[in-house]
């Protein structure tokens, strides 16, 4: 199985922060990645996709990057609806897809 | 507005059995594969398994297969998630979602809100 590594486990930021977390893939997964956004007690919900494709109705605030093994999702001004956890999945395994296990962002 | 509603879900005994549905609605739930995907209490996401659109292919994670059946009624516009055999580790809420195509970087692009499953004596 492809092993997903997210970091930092946690961030602490505040609001109008620019706020950038990684996920290193444990093999080469090409741009196979997307990205979701959960908030205590919610589904995840579906940022990006494609490493940097932003899903419709996401603000441009977030932006992702990378291929192979190593990615970014950046959120360059961050709001207060943003807190939440960050999980990475990468789909070159497809359907057997992982994820990683998340980046919560906090309120500093 | 697409929609899909868990249900199904509640407390069972060690080696008891549970059936989640998914109830799909706002989409072409027949053109459509899908996924489950658990989520144990304060930890990360786990797919379990997926099944394609006419049902006919269909995958389970390692930690699942032999105990859990993925099956879909397209007439009814549901997915279904037969659980035997229940373990303690198989605590978790359980959504389905849908599995989007190349165009989507094959993500799962919608999420239900979950249906919570305690196995527990």
């Known amino acids: 199985d492809i092993q997903m590594t997210q970091s930092p486990s946690s961030v602490s930021a505040s609001v109008g922060d620019r706020v950038t977390m990684t996920c290193r893939a444990s093999?080469?997964?090409?741009?196979?990645l997307a990205w979701y956004q959960q908030k205590p007690g919610k589904a995840p919900k579906l940022l990006m996709f494609?490493?940097?494709s932003l899903q419709r109705g996401v603000p441009s605030r977030f932006s992702g990057s990378g291929s192979g093994t190593d990615f970014t999702l950046t959120i360059s001004s961050l709001q207060p609806e943003d807190f939440a956890t960050y999980y990475c999945q990468q789909a070159n395994s497809f359907p057997r897809v992982t994820f990683g296990g998340g980046t919560k962002v906090e309120i500093k | 507005e697409v929609q899909l509603v868990e249900s199904g879900g509640g407390l069972v005994q060690p080696g008891g059995s549970l059936r989640l549905s998914c109830a799909a609605s706002?989409?072409?739930?027949?053109?459509?594969?899908m996924n489950w995907v658990r989520q144990a209490p304060g930890k990360g996401l786990q797919w379990i398994s997926y099944?394609?659109?006419?049902?006919?292919?269909?995958y389970y994670a390692d930690s699942v297969k032999g105990r859990f059946t993925i099956s879909r009624d397209n007439v009814k516009n549901s997915l279904y998630l037969q659980m035997n055999s229940l373990r303690a580790e198989d605590t978790a809420i359980y959504y389905c979602?849908?599995?989007?195509?190349?165009?989507?970087?094959?993500?799962?692009?919608?999420w239900g809100q979950g249906t919570l499953v305690t196995v527990s004596s």
């Open positions: 494609a490493a940097s």
């Open positions: 093999q080469g997964i090409n741009n196979w």
């Open positions: 099944i394609s659109s006419s049902g006919s292919t269909i």
């Open positions: 706002g989409f072409t739930f027949n053109s459509h594969e």
């Open positions: 979602a849908t599995q989007g195509g190349y165009s989507y970087g094959y993500s799962s692009v919608e």
